[in-house]
């Protein structure tokens, strides 16, 4: 056998996927749809605890749609964060655990059935442990702000993720998907717990931005790029959860200051309202306008596309069929 590198899954699905794969789309948002109540500082992992079964149907939802890559419901589920509502340490671990094992269990059993399909068009999903950031758990909307004020520094944010980062990682995922970064130093907190847990499948970083320009801190994605651009366990970098209207320029700008794999996963354009935890209207994408846009993010360079928050399975289904089209 000669050396396999750590991203070997993603590039051979991104290569069958004719160049580019989808991810899927928004999470929370979609289990809101069903019903769920998520208004809550955990979220959607609240669903963890009262509601799984509806985060498996999510999640069959999305690969029905065509979604090559399914994110985890972990994105705001935390050891402190369940621990605060009298969850024990060993529980909450469990919890992060069957984030995963829920979305294996759902690809395993979708895979089963389209596997030996004539014609069909869909590849095994993979399956990404969503890691949010630190400002998600905050649940005080400073992912979109980076501001984690004055005692949060790399340590803090290091022992923040790194527990959860074992548990997902010994839970047996795909991939890893640290979301919504907002600033260099949680990118490189990341970075740096990647190495020193010798992380060995590969991860994305995505940040989000509220500029079209920078990361919300207001620092260039070229300084925050820099550490990542340095570790080989980070297999994709690029943006979630930020205005569609402003992606195919950030594609430009990552462009030029990296040459890993870039992902982009908008969301629907409504602005997230931190405090008041409302979606507010604002430029908002529909699904033939993600179609339309797909492609071009996909001919900026883009390899992997998706949706985040308030896009829904039939957004996932248009650009998995612009995507996916033989020319
Ligand atoms: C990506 S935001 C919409 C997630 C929810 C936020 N962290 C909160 O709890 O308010
Ligand atoms: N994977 C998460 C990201 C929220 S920004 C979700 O889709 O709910
Ligand atoms: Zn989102």
């Excluded at 928004?26 to 809550?40: S, V």
């Excluded at 964060?81 to 529980?91: D, L, M, N, Q, Y």
């Excluded at 717990?193 to 320009?213: A, K, R, T």
């Excluded at 492609?295 to 289904?317: E, N, Q, Y």
């Amino acid at each position: 056998m000669g050396f396999e590198s750590i991203s070997a899954k993603l590039d051979d699905l991104i290569q069958k996927a004719g160049g580019c794969a989808v991810v899927d789309g928004g999470f929370a948002t979609q289990l809101e749809i069903h019903g769920a109540a998520i208004n809550d500082p955990l979220w959607s992992a609240l669903c963890l605890i009262k509601e799984p079964h509806l985060i498996k149907q999510v999640h069959m939802e999305y690969l029905e749609a065509g979604a090559d890559i399914l994110v985890t419901s972990s994105y705001q589920a935390t050891l402190p964060g369940f621990i605060a509502r009298g969850i024990s340490a060993k529980e909450a671990e469990l919890l992060l655990e069957k984030s995963v094992n829920l979305a294996v269990q759902a690809r395993n059993k979708f895979w089963d059935t389209v596997k030996d399909a004539p014609a069909r068009s869909y590849y095994r999903a993979l399956v990404a442990a969503s890691v949010g950031s630190y400002g998600a758990y905050l649940a005080d909307g400073s992912e979109y702000s980076g501001n984690y004020g004055p005692d949060v520094n790399l340590e803090k944010l290091k022992d923040f993720h790194r527990r959860r980062l074992q548990v997902l990682v010994n839970a047996g995922p795909d991939l890893i998907a640290f979301e919504t970064i907002p600033n260099k130093l949680e990118a490189q907190a990341c970075v740096e717990l990647l190495e020193e847990e010798n992380v060995n499948i590969p991860s994305w970083i995505c940040f989000s931005s509220v500029d079209g320009v920078n990361a919300p801190s207001g620092e260039s994605f070229q300084e925050c790029l820099e550490v990542l651009n340095k570790s080989d366990k980070v297999a994709a970098v690029g943006i979630n959860c930020a205005p569609p209207h402003f992606v195919q320029s950030l594609i430009q700008t990552f462009k030029k200051v990296t040459d890993k794999v870039i992902i982009v996963y908008p969301n629907s354009g409504e602005i997230w309202d931190g405090i008041a935890k409302k979606w507010m209207p604002s430029k908002c994408f529909d699904d033939d306008n993600f179609q339309a846009y797909a492609v071009r993010w996909r001919d900026a360079g883009a390899k992997l596309i998706g949706g985040c928050c308030r896009t829904t399975p039939s957004t996932i289904r248009s650009i998995s069929k612009v995507l996916k089209e033989k020319h």
